[in-house]
């Protein structure tokens, strides 16, 4: 009996065996033919004539997880073929944009032009091997480059090499300080302009019944925790204590860099005196209790429509019609609110947020640049997406008619309750080359407030080329993050002493080997030319 | 005997106490889910999101999902797989367990350690995507079905139900000259009515729930299941560019939400009543009798 | 021998047969991958491929192990695993036998539809739940403890009280769902053997005690086993929703790490390597498991 199941066991494992080794086998055909279209055809004169097929991985475009629909049902990709003579198969990255990059790449499917969300993982991707230098490229297509600003093309640049051009533009001051000048005004109170004139608004906006409804409803401040669990900078975009750092000039999970050295904030003694700000602030209970639960920027808006919160960070277009609709429907009344300059602190740093650094990338895959047509191709179509005036329109407000009007040169969009949206909402993944100041894009119906308010936040940025460039790539980096994380919690939730401070700072370097981290970061600084 | 039915009376009203606590805690998730769906987003909001009872109904969210028809389209991959994916999963489950079921047959635990082993060891995401793309079922429905063809957990399941069937039963039937697959069809299928109709639930409900297949194989969007289409509105709001210009107008509102995990649970969920009958006693005697 | 084997196959042939597709399906979908397990050992890279990946032997495994929340991990998946082991394995055949205690059938259907209605929510919308009802300032229950004058209780963010919170929100969603075998399997007792112990005057105790329980004894041994081969596998979706770090020192677990490091970093190799670890570990007890069974007669192989 036991002899039998062994056999029957080795049995299978032998069939097991055969099946993997012709497994792998095809495997290694299936790269061969992956590109048989382009030399298997005869050349002839007219080449760049010729239809050819070109695969575009899209990470960037605004509805990521929104499905793109089939060729007849899309004019916009229509259009793109017909301009370009390409076949464009374009595959959104969505939320598991890494697997599907990861699946295309090993089952030898690479796209030709590839871009990323980010430039840490634009990095890594071209440290294995699969971006193309992009340097000589370029140079053939001065009009490309000549429509990105300086500023946006230098972060391009890695070790010295160019592996792409700026994928989407971002817009910066997005989040401002927000004052209800309603209950400012109801309690005789002026617009804060340091810590603890802030402290004393937010007291009041929690304890002197600034609704004046008779009960004790109201807080002063809201903030949020986002699922990354950090209490300052973070890729989710936190707001509300990240802007309580700022104003001490400092940010938890930051790298700078002061007088050609590398500073981390994390250990900064003014990050001890900006959480001891916040203790002050939740101690003095003006903070909404639920801000521990709050892990997106929607939850946190919904607290502004609800009207029972004085002062807050939101987005800049906060005083626009359909905002305003929204807090008179959840909330009863249109408080006036107000955006403010950020309070100066105690050091002199009056800092909203970091300006807006040049993240997302496209560049092409090694794969094309092996070939010299194909190559000229992908270029004239991404040149075509960023420069073409006559495509601009389309690409950014979708189908002419349906999303979007022409009448004499000028575009304007059309009320998007005309018609369902919901049916056309793949048009965002081509949106990625609008320009970041396109005031038809944006389409503000209360235009003067809004650019005043996005002209306010703009003024009050902080340059930013030196964190976004920084990658942590020891294994113990999400640890240290973890420990940093939770350390900053326990100190403004009073669960560690901020007594502690110089035990937590000693942790940092004794035990997750804060000082190996800094030294890569150098190494990196130098890599991309920043640091000397 | 006076004594016993006071502490059954007892036992009894405690149970039907319990359960019938447990059952009203299992419907508060829905009544939520559902009246937040009925809500206009103002009240939600205002709420803070704890409506069990709308004030006032609106059928907006729904109108909304409802339109461009690509509900309707998952709806009809969802229901192709569920049906035939869970035939074919039946098929296979069922054929493998009758072998693996009888004691005597050399080799048997060999090849019950063979399927055990899958449960506990797997290569990954990347070898099983190679694998579907070589056997050419990228893109396409077949790719949801043929790749989890046969679950082991329920292959065992199947198989300790047959092992406990009574052999004289099957015995008999081989003395009256029954064939392997006669006996199957006529006398272990019918007695096995409790375990075939979960198993086939299970089988079902796995097929409707799942995802992350279709996320991975498919890539045109008239192949894609409603979960696919759930995940699309719950996760609107995953900024994956992380520009925050453009974050916020992706985000469905919290009625859209969940108007559309109505629409994408009701279906499945009402397919259990009609198979809770074979759960009843007496399935076993009554079709060995008849 | 020779004969034997000959014997085997005139007796079981169609068996063997029956067996044959699926075995094949094994081999192709789940066998074949296995072979990706070599990445555990591998710096992988997915340009260069398994193949051409450079062999690094432990590296992957020591960067886990010496890690330095290693034994805060493993300890919250071990006491999570214990907890769940413990309180949500039993939970549905108790459900079930409470149910099949029931007489009534339009209750017990009743009953039986409805608890098995969590179990097709999403945690993300059960988190949602959550929060409305547990939220520190907002939720429910906070609002009616501040009503009485009582100090609110943070109830998702407090480490104390998550492991507690996991489990029972767990058992909540699952109960209903585990117990569809259970009652499948009650359903298989032949009805004469209580009409017999009525007969001899048992009671309804005794009947649970020497009919039912034994009825489904092999079907408890073999979910006990089976669940063991994942012992290392807590629930990640419901974990990493309810995960944040206000609680993690209590309920950050080994698959919330790799998901951190290994998967978001993109270290493959690493996640590989993990998961082997988990799967090593779950073999020896189902293993384990299985020749203890046998004492039972309840071996699943």
Redesign the interface.
Known sequence: MKKTSYASLLLSLAVLSGIVAGCSGSGNSGSNNSEPAASGQPQSGEQTDKKIKLSFYNTIGYRQTTPMPALEQDPIRQMIEKDNNIDLEMTLGGENWKDKLNLLITSSQIPDIITFPDRASAVKYYDQGLLADLDEVLAQYPDLMASFDPTRLEPMKYKGKTIGVPASEGVGGVNGWWINTTWLKKLNLTEPTNPQELLEVMKAFTFDDPDGNNKNDTYGFVAMLPKDGSLGYSTAGPKGFQQIFWMFGVQPNFVDMKDGKVVVYNTDPKTKEALQFIKDMIDAKVVDPDWVTIDDGLKLDNKMYQGKVGVMVADWRRMEPADQQKMKETGGSTPEWKQIAPPKGPNGDQILDAKVFQQSLLGLSKEVLKDADKTKRAMEFIQYLYTSKEAYPYLSYGIKDKTFTETGGQFKLIDKSTYNEKEIEWRYNYAFVRKSDDSVYFDFKNPTVTNANQELNRSYLKDNNINPRIVDTDPMAQDRLKYVNEMMLKFVTGKEPLSNWDKYVKTLDDKFKQADAVAAYEQQLKDDGVMK | MEQ?TIW?RL??GL??T???L??A??????L??ISVSLT?I?EV??K???VLIPSHITWTAYE??M??GRLFDAYKVTIFRVVVGTLLNML??V??A???S?KA???????????????????????????V???GLLNSEWALI??G??N??Y???VK??F??LPEAIDEAARIDGA???SILVRIILPLSM??I??IG??YA?WHW?SYFDA??YI????N?PVQ?FL??I??????????????????NP?SVQ?AS?VVT?LP??AV??FI?K????????GSVKG | MVHATKNAMRRYGVMYALLLPGLLYFVIFKYVPMVYIAAAFKDYNVLRGLWESPWIGWQNFETFFNGVYAGQIIGNTLLISAYKLIFSFPAPIILALMLNAVTSNGFKRTIQTLTYLPHFLSWVVIYGLLVAFLAPGSGLVNQLFNTFGLERISFLTESGMIRSLIVTTDIWQSVGWGAIIYLASLAGIDPSLYEAAKVDGASRWRQLWHITLPGIRNVIILLLVLRLSAILDVGFDQIFIMLNPLNQENADVIETWVYRVGMQEGRIGLATAVGLFKSIIGFVLVLGANKMAKKFDGQIW
């Open positions: 016993v059954n036992g009894k149970n039907y319990l359960l019938t447990l059952a805690t299992c419907v508060i998730p829905f939520y889910v206009p103002s909001i205002r803070d999101g704890l909304e999902i339109q461009g296979f489950t054929t493998m009758l072998p693996l009888r047959m050399p080799g048997r635990s060999g090849f019950l350690m063979f399927v055990v082993f899958t449960m506990l060891f797997s290569g990954g995401m990347i070898p099983s995507y190679l694998i793309k070589e056997v043929i790749p063809l046969v082991a957990f292959l065992m399941i300790s139900f092992e406990q064939g392997e697959i409790p375990v109709a979960t639930l299970f409900v729930n996320l991975l890539n045109s969007p008239e894609q696919l995940r699309q719950l996760l609107a709001s995953v900024a994956i560019s992380g520009d925050a210009a453009e974050a916020a107008n992706s985000v919290v969940m995990v649970t499945i969920v259990y009543p809770q074979h759960f009843t006693k007496g399935v076993l005697v």
